[in-house]
């Protein structure tokens, strides 16, 4: 059973002549323990389309099924409650919150409520130690390297035990030597924990590291194939 | 908390704010100040006198100065229904030399020795018989007199030496210090010529219930509250005074709103990916409302601060009119944190309406 389902999902921009269909119909299925990666041109729809499944976007047509429910019929305070407890996010940027420390930015999804803080507090220390961070646990994270910051985005997408990881270019600011470090840890969070994750990358190597590569092209899937 | 550890983070830019919240509501409060400081000047001689309700002379318009009784209106006035006690008191602005070339002027009310119209002594003795005068502490502040002093109040184009035996904690009235002698020598100092022909008080004091605007043929009874309104020149101060305190709150409450709203557009791509992660806006919200009652509130005690330290140092001199009360100060530093979180209304609004999509544009 696929764990996230995408059915004729469709999402466009602007009405009438200026109508653009930025994802047009796309159907496809992410089972536990997969990591997809997405690649394409720019402008293809690939982050669009990880927004919608990440309850950023709503979709103009079609479903989004994770675990069978329907996320587009959510309204804002499901959607907020879906990306807090279901969704882990790994931005292009990190987007750490500069004036906290490494562990403070992991704890910080203990603040959004909904779970017990004592377990997450453990929860941080485990992911710490695993993505090989104890050591700049209690810097700013201004402070922290290029590749220091995206484990410590992984740490805090994997914080609150979501189902789905999305990824957007985590290694686009990167050297190729850290960018692999950085997707490789997060392949392994994927199959150990049975996560499934989807990665937009514009990076062919980085898109190889992957169990399964989707091409996208103009909205629409164009390949679809393990790596 | 995300709050707590950003103002700890983040000293010098919330360490600013908080300064210019801090003299705003310092502003604020030494306006509030002014305005009590200037009541007081006015007519707190009058409140702090010892009953409900004051009798004017029907044709005097609320005026101690312009107001006059004879004894027939004092008896008609103490036998209105609904009075228990009346005492007449005369008012007359004194210039009172005291010292070589040094003179100033003192409200002289004429009150009945032993009645309950004659305030009660800080130090020294009651009014006892004619010859003698009470002073409050604010003239004694002034002209530096002490129990036992000869006060010279003018009578005509000479002057009386009047004994000071007690010291009164009063007030002022009319701007000036009061001092208080018996009734008899104020109709001396007010009226020259025939003792008939004078009038018996200026006003009435009354201690009763229900009596305001009860009236007779000449006179009239308000409460004392109202006596202090009509005291010339207190209306328009007071409103003045209050103008000025609620365009300081208007300004500080949109300086403050100002403020917190730059520091969210500021923040609009960090607000972003938080809810982008999972933070309601209920929670980012809290946070910020959090911030900015810490920031107010801090501001608003450095300025208490500020204002105590005033009063204690350059203000201690009696040139400047200004008090401070604990319910001035406190409801002057409380509008000034609940005008900020009103302010701060525009950036709630802002935080719920960003759209956590922005997470992704901002890359």
New interface residues.
Partial sequence: MAILSLRGVTKSFGEGAQRVDAVSGVSLDIERGEMVSLVGPSGSGK?TL??MV?G??TPTAGQILMDEVDIVQFG??DR??Y???KVG?V???S?M????TAR?NLL??A???GADKSALRRRADELLNELELTSVADQ?STRLSGGERQRVAIA??LM?DPMLILV??PT?SLNTELGERVVDSLAAEVHDRNKACIMVTHDDRMAARADRLIEFRDGRLLNDGST | MLALIELKRRKLQFGLVTGVVALISYLIIMVTGLGLGLNEQAGTGLLALNGDHLAYASNANLSVIRSRLTEEHVAEIAAAPGVEQASPIGYIAAVVAHGPGESDTAATLGVVPGSFAEPNVVEGEQLSGPGEVLVDRAWVRLAGTAIGDMLPLPIGFEAQDFTVVGIVDQGSFFFQPTVYVPLEDWQALAYQGDPSSRPAASIVLIQGEDLDGTRGDAWQIVTKQEGFRNIEGVQAQQATVNALRYMGLLIGTLVIGVFFYVITLQKVSLLGILKAIGASGTFLATQGLLQVFLVTLGGALISVGLALLTEATLLSSDTVPIMFTTDALLTSALSVVAGGLVGAALSVRQVAAIDPIIAMQQQ
């Fill in positions: 982050s990880l927004a990440g950023l976007l804002r305070g907020t409650r990306r807090r407890d996010f931005f292009q940027g987007n919150v500069p004036f906290l403070e910080l999804v603040q959004f409520g700013l805090r997408a609150r957007d270019e686009a």
